[in-house]
RNA sequence: GGCGCUAUCGUCUAGUGGUUAGGACACCACGCUUUCAAUGUGGUAACCGGGGUUCGAUCCCCCGUAGCGCUACCA
């Protein structure tokens, strides 16, 4: 059976990029009929952060992501919190010392910073210079007695190169001579990334490593722990980098990068997943919008790409656009709620109205606060310039009077009234045209574009426009007046 | 510095040993519209450079160049 997982370390937020990560995991693993792990690797404590994990789950749950085995679901291979595991990475370890793979190694942290800062000067690569590699059993066992500070490290050949299978890369060599003796066990007892993941992903029955492509240099020593333990080796797929608009890799200074970000601002799961999908595999066709359970169907790692893709806002905006045109009005609806204007929850029938007419300009729900402020508001604001330019023309004062007049003498507004009454007020003022119809937007909107006026009409009521038009009138004529 | 990855419009990308190098976002123009948006139509815009291989290279090879990643008792 396929399994995939998505490992990362609890450090706070989800990160778009990881993401996307776990996305393509997921695709992989749903794709198969198989399973989606999720694994939290907190192995350095100091980066721990409380409530992380909660956070990361809540947050997959947003997007609809939902792990089959994990910390807080369960599964046959759990504990899935790496700090809950140790002995059996302290246990395992053991077997590699036994085999001659790895060693205890009792260079100070002192020591090893002189050698590499001397490593630095002299130009030479930083690498752990083996002091400990050749220590006799003897020496070991007085040293462990003494209870002096020890680390464990794999033994890297002395000699070759090990080979990575990449699903998207191909094959990668690296030389032997360019590996580290890295450590596998820390002085706290907690294990190394190195060590950890291999070790939880062949207990966990990984078949299918998919991660950043910032893994792949330490791939080999992997692939070395998997042969050292005499494991069966997963397949490895490196996805290419998200990036910022300068090309660098994508983080917090250039924007947002925490998928709660984009919910907040009133994203939508459907579409940031769609867009985070294409950002490095597209479907071999001209398709752009699919919905999670179409990926699953169409997604493959063969159309993956190499290079690292930049986050554009910009096409993520349109295609939250895009998903707020065509979704299910129930469910926009339900999503939008949190965004109107404070107060007018208190009328849930005039938000609806109000979505319906919005809707097709929004680029994200967040935009309805603004957007669809002028409809709950007790007045409005006509001192800026942007409706001056209509509002302050000589000829606004007798259209205002005049639709006033109109305005009194209905009983009932509707959209379908407008035009004969707009025809009445150019009759009665003489101006036809643009004129008048602007005059009427700025007055019942306080601004000089928005949705269609006969849509407006509907849903504010008469006295309310009514209002509107006195207070426009009030606002030209003081200004006019010099006031 | 060393090792590694990558390289098609501004961005995401498709694609091929001979193509008018395709699509999407953005941008521009026009249409619709009392405004904006939505929408429709059209348009501007790309094969990093140099060598090979070849009748022919954007595509294959090599070398550069650039960008990125890794180079921790971080992941």
């Not at 778009?16 to 393509?24: D, I, K, S």
């Not at 792990?37 to 956070?55: C, F, S, Y």
């Not at 984009?262 to 950002?279: D, F, K, V």
């Not at 707009?422 to 937007?441: D, E, F, S």
Request: with cysteine.
């Amino acid at each position: 059976m396929i399994k995939t997982r998505f490992a990362p370390s609890p450090t706070g937020f989800l990160h778009v990029g990881g993401l996307r990560t776990a996305l393509y995991n997921y695709l992989i693993a749903k794709k198969n009929n198989g399973k989606f792990v999720l694994r939290i690797e907190d192995t350095d404590q100091r980066r721990k952060i409380p409530g992380a994990v909660e956070n990361l789950l809540e947050n997959l749950k947003w997007v609809g992501i939902e792990p089959d085995e994990g910390p807080g679901i369960g599964g046959p291979d759990g504990p899935y919190i790496q700090s809950q595991r140790l002995s059996i990475y302290q246990e395992l370890v053991q077997t590699l010392i036994e085999k001659g793979c790895a060693y205890y190694c009792f260079c100070s942290p002192e020591r090893l910073q002189q050698l590499k800062d001397w490593q630095v000067a002299h130009h030479q690569p930083p690498r752990y210079d083996q002091h400990c590699r050749n220590l006799g059993p003897a020496a070991v066992k007085r040293l462990l007695d003494e209870e002096q500070p020890s680390v464990i490290r794999m033994k890297i050949p002395s000699e070759g190169a090990v080979t990575v299978t990449d699903l998207i890369r191909g094959t990668v060599t690296f030389p032997c001579d360019q590996l580290d003796d890295q450590v596998l066990l820390k002085s706290d007892g907690f294990p190394t990334y190195h060590l950890a993941n291999v070790i939880d992903d062949h207990l966990m029955h990984i078949t299918h490593v998919i991660r950043g492509e910032e893994w792949l240099p330490s791939t080999p020593k992997h692939i070395l722990l998997y042969d050292y333990f005499g494991w069966e080796k997963p397949q490895f797929a490196h996805l290419s980098l998200l990036l910022n608009p300068d090309k660098s890799k994508l983080s917090k200074r250039q924007g947002d990068v925490a998928v709660e970000d984009y919910r907040r601002q009133g994203y939508l799961p459907e579409a940031l997943l769609n867009y985070l999908a294409l950002l490095g595999w597209n479907p071999g066709n001209e398709r752009e919008i699919f919905s999670l359970e179409e990926l699953v169907q169409e997604f493959s790692l063969e159309r993956v790409g190499k290079s690292g893709a930049i986050f554009n806002l910009e096409k993520l905006r349109w295609m939250n656009g895009y998903y707020i045109r065509h979704y299910s009005f129930e469910r926009l609806f339900n999503l939008a709620r949190p965004f109107f204007p404070p107060g007018s929850e208190t009328n849930p029938d005039k938000q609806l109205k109000v979505l319906e007419i919005i809707r097709d300009s929004l680029l994200n729900l967040q935009e309805i606060t603004e957007k669809s402020a002028f409809f709950f508001a007790e007045h409005l604001d006509y001192n800026h310039s942007s409706i001056g330019e209509w509002l302050l023309k000589p000829e606004a004062l007798p259209v205002l009077n005049s639709l006033s007049a109109e305005f009194q003498s209905l009983t009932s507004l509707s959209g379908a009234r407008l035009v004969p009454l707009m025809g009445n007020v150019m009759k009665a003022t003489g101006l036809r045209g643009k004129l008048p119809w602007m005059v009427l937007r700025c007055a019942l909107t306080g601004q000089s574009q928005g949705p269609e006026l006969h849509h407006i009409v509907e849903v504010l009521d008469l006295n309310q426009c009514r209002q509107r038009l006195q207070d426009a009138i009030h606002f030209v004529t003081a200004k006019r007046d010099g006031r």
